[in-house]
């Protein structure tokens, strides 16, 4: 769910902005696990752009600070939040821990980086959500941890039918400021891609591992 339609057309339209999303249906790209994809999403780029990861940082702030109260710990999961979700932190003055995939092989061999006590509330802050099985696997380490989450907030999702599924499986909410279906419409307004495009861009988020160009 996104936090509003405002919200998420003002998300997409900065992320097309910088590039930080790529849509290319002719040259699709080649995900890590071998899928053909008609977009590249990566939220880092947004960190080089002081008023953007303002708007992005400030958004998910003021979701924490209307629902929440102020004793709890912002997460960011390793390595796409960690900057969006320290400045999360930062806006809130509230402490801030990172979650690896994995926990190191070496020294005190943590996969939680900071301070988190038992009980502790967590809010878990992830850049982009796919299929949900990495944002997750954050979610299971802290509770491993004893950490209460409160839930995730995420700067995109592409909406798969695997992550909601997995997201509820596992009982946690999650919230986004943008999704895929608004990125489209945005995409479209600005003439970055024909109907055409957009219709074989959502067939591919029906069936991503089979789609073809």
């Known amino acids: 769910m996104v936090f509003s339609q405002k919200i998420a057309q003002q998300t997409a339209e900065s992320l097309l902005q910088i590039n930080a999303i790529k849509l290319n249906p002719k040259n699709p790209f080649t995900w890590a696990s071998g899928w053909q994809s008609p977009i590249y999403c990566d939220n880092r780029v947004a960190l080089s752009h002081h008023d953007i990861r303002t708007y992005l940082s400030t958004t998910l702030a003021e979701e924490i600070e209307r629902n929440f109260d102020t004793n709890i710990v912002i997460a960011g999961v390793a390595t796409g939040a960690i900057g969006i979700g320290m400045l999360v932190a930062q806006t809130l003055g509230l402490p801030f821990i990172y979650v690896r995939p994995e926990p190191k092989k070496h020294g005190r061999k943590n996969q939680i980086e900071g301070h988190l006590e038992p009980n502790q509330k967590v809010m878990v802050i992830e850049d982009l959500i796919s299929t949900g099985k990495s944002s997750l696997n954050a979610v299971k380490a802290i509770q491993e ?68 160009p």
């Open 145 to 212: 941890a004893q950490g209460n989450i409160l839930g995730m907030l995420a700067l995109f999702t592409y909406g798969f039918p695997q992550a909601s599924t997995a997201f509820e499986e596992a009982q946690v909410t999650l919230k986004t400021l943008c999704d895929y279906q608004h990125l489209l419409g945005v995409a479209l307004q600005q003439d970055k891609i024909t109907e055409t495009e957009a219709e074989n861009l959502r067939e591919w988020r029906q069936d991503p591992a089979n789609w073809t």
